[in-house]
């Protein structure tokens, strides 16, 4: 590699390009410049802003190339931005040398010096847009860019179509950084006037978030887009949300959110609470409204003498007006009447669609989940696949707890966040006969619970990588080639979720998993047995 041209794939794809990054920085002919400049953009995909301004001062102080030296700058430019510091002086010098960029570099340089002053900056005279034939990762960002300066001066209908034509570059190319900030963007700037569709497309930009990431990271806030609106919109989904948001690594700047999120996430096993002052209130509220109480039952309540209130109390206390400002006992036992009533909806849903594409949606709900202590004893996760085949079996199993019942409604419909996840892994499980699926999916169940989540993190990266071209080739270990053989996957997406994990030690995990699966002669019966009762 000579220079940063021969990086312009990187570019591309953004942080979604980092198993070629993880690659090239193995290769020996890798140019000091270029292996800089990926280390700086590693540390910048982390959200380590601070970390990479830190390393960018270090490179420029022997970097010899002048485009070298403009992108690094631009992209110090965004980070200081990023970690609250406005550098005016190098935003007026980066706008003053643009006629001196390559063409390349220029067009790179322009998208940061736009979003910039799209963030409250107002110099007395904004970037120019340069009559360029850009590459399409720039001209989506570049149109994002355009949106946020435009949305920032009010000119909204203008600000809206700049973001579908961001939205719809970047889905082409893909660039995940740009596909969920357009959607999430535009769902903010309209939840004002528009608010039914600001949460579709904010609910969208979920989906793309759970598809193409792993962990938000720097994409976090379309997380935030989506609580806020929930919770203005008195949504019984919010507690889906709240609890996806504490089940996640949380960026700094929305520890406030997890604080917030964390009294929405539902209890599902408690039956009784305590008679608080609040929930006296609430009840002296709607005790009027003809429940089926006794006199006695609710005076004795509402004097304190009752200590603590059964569940099925405040159920018979429920009204329709039940918000998400309620008191938490009652909204606890809303959402899951809730769940209950979707769940009885499921069976005659489930029946519609063939066995093996049951047992597709319960493996790819199981392996989307972030919280599924609930189901990933082996006998229970074993019963539960071997019922399939009967609905009403199955559902008479999974009825026994709000957790099952909310699993199997995810079969179906999930969180938007986990709807994503799922789409991920079946673009692997989809392209497995149902011979080969029924045999992998019995060994899988087979398996320690943290060997499962490693194997579903690697499945989710093949169907994020499926289709997807860095310009170069990649390689790795033989046994990638023979699991990719064994179980009809493509081989190039497979490298590449190999190449998306950093650590050398989760590498070789990964390689002896494989090996293992590889080496087995499992002789698995085809058919699949309804297990004992559990």
């Given at each position: ?5 021969d990086?312009k ?8 390009s ?11 002919n890798?140019?000091k410049e270029?292996r ?13 802003f601070k970390?990479a301004?830190?390393?960018?001062d270090?490179?420029l ?15 110090k430019?965004?980070?200081?931005k990023y970690?609250g510091k406005v550098?005016?002086n190098?935003?007026r ?6 006629p ?7 067009d ?8 910039f002053?799209?963030?409250g900056?107002?110099?007395?005279r ?19 860019s355009?949106?946020r300066?435009?949305?920032?001066s009010?000119?909204?209908s ?5 973001y579908?034509?961001a ?16 959607l999430n963007?535009?769902?903010w ?5 528009h608010?039914?569709l ?7 930009a979920?989906?793309w978030?759970?598809y ?7 994409l ?5 887009t989506?609580f806020v609106?929930?919770k203005?919109?008195?949504?019984p ?6 609890h ?17 999120a ?7 096993t408690r039956?009784?609470?305590p ?17 089926p ?7 004795d309540?509402?004097?304190?003498k ?5 569940a099925?109390t405040i159920?018979r206390?429920?009204t ?17 009447m809730?769940?209950e009533?979707?769940?009885?909806e499921?069976?005659e849903?489930l029946?519609?669609?063939?066995f093996?594409?049951?047992q ?6 199981y392996m ?24 009403e079996?199955?559902a ?6 709000h957790r099952?019942m ?23 499980l989809?392209?497995m006969?149902?011979?080969?699926l ?10 320690k ?10 499945l989710?990266?093949y ?10 080739r990649?390689?790795?270990p033989d ?17 590449a979720?190999?190449?998306?994990e ?14 293992r ?6 002789k ?6 309804k297990?004992?009762?559990?």
């Amino acid at each position: 590699m000579k220079g940063i041209v021969d990086l312009k794939e990187v570019f591309r794809y953004g942080a979604f390009s980092l198993p070629a990054v993880n690659y090239m920085l193995l290769e020996e002919n890798l140019s000091k410049e270029c292996r800089e400049i990926l280390c700086v953009l590693k540390l910048a995909w982390k959200g380590n802003f601070k970390e990479a301004v830190q390393r960018i001062d270090k490179v420029l102080r022997s970097c010899k190339s002048e485009a070298a030296k403009y992108f690094l700058l631009a992209n110090k430019l965004a980070f200081l931005k990023y970690t609250g510091k406005v550098d005016m002086n190098l935003y007026r010098y980066l706008k003053r040398n643009l006629p001196k960029m390559s063409k390349s570099i220029r067009d790179t340089v322009i998208v940061t010096l736009i979003n910039f002053e799209a963030s409250g900056i107002k110099p007395l005279r904004k970037v120019r847009v340069w009559k360029n034939n850009y590459r399409k990762s720039t001209l989506s960002f570049l149109y994002l860019s355009l949106a946020r300066r435009k949305a920032n001066s009010g000119r909204l209908s203008e600000a809206a179509h700049d973001y579908i034509q961001a939205y719809r570059l970047s889905r082409e190319i893909p660039h995940p950084t740009c596909i969920v900030s357009s959607l999430n963007d535009l769902a903010w700037d309209i939840k004002e006037k528009h608010p039914r569709l600001a949460h579709v497309l904010s609910q969208r930009a979920i989906f793309w978030l759970g598809y193409y990431r792993e962990e938000p990271g720097n994409l976090f806030g379309a997380l935030d887009t989506l609580f806020v609106m929930e919770k203005d919109m008195n949504s019984p989904f919010i507690h889906s949300t709240a609890h996806i948001i504490v089940s996640l690594p949380v960026p700094e700047d929305y520890l406030s959110l997890f604080k917030k999120a964390k009294k929405f996430v539902l209890d599902y096993t408690r039956s009784i609470y305590p008679n608080t002052s609040q929930l006296r209130r609430y009840i002296k509220r709607v005790a009027w409204k003809g429940k089926p109480l006794s006199s006695k039952g609710i005076s004795d309540i509402l004097k304190g003498k009752t200590k603590m209130i059964r569940a099925d109390t405040i159920r018979r206390l429920l009204t329709s007006d039940v918000d998400a400002w309620a008191r938490f006992p009652v909204w606890n036992e809303w959402i899951k009447m809730e769940i209950e009533l979707k769940f009885k909806e499921l069976p005659e849903k489930l029946k519609e669609f063939p066995f093996h594409q049951r047992q597709i949606l319960f493996l790819s709900t199981y392996m989307a989940f972030l919280d599924r202590e609930f189901l990933s004893r082996k006998e229970r996760l074993k019963k539960a696949y071997t019922l399939l085949e009967d609905i009403e079996s199955f559902a008479d199993f999974m009825a026994k707890d709000h957790r099952t019942m909310e699993f199997v409604v995810s079969m179906v419909k999930a969180h938007p966040f986990i709807e994503g996840r799922k789409e991920a892994v079946k673009k692997a499980l989809e392209r497995m006969k149902r011979r080969k699926l029924e045999r992998f999916t019995l060994k899988y169940i087979e398996m320690k619970e943290s060997d499962r989540r490693l194997l579903d993190k690697f499945l989710r990266n093949y169907g994020r990588y499926y289709g997807v071209r860095f310009g170069i080739r990649l390689k790795g270990p033989d046994v990638v080639r023979e699991f990719a053989k064994k179980y009809h996957l493509k081989i190039q997406p497979l490298f590449a979720t190999f190449w998306c994990e950093e650590d050398s030690r989760v590498r070789k995990r990964l390689e002896k998993m494989m090996k293992r699966w590889c080496e087995s002669g499992e002789k698995v019966s085809v058919q699949c047995k309804k297990a004992n009762n559990y």
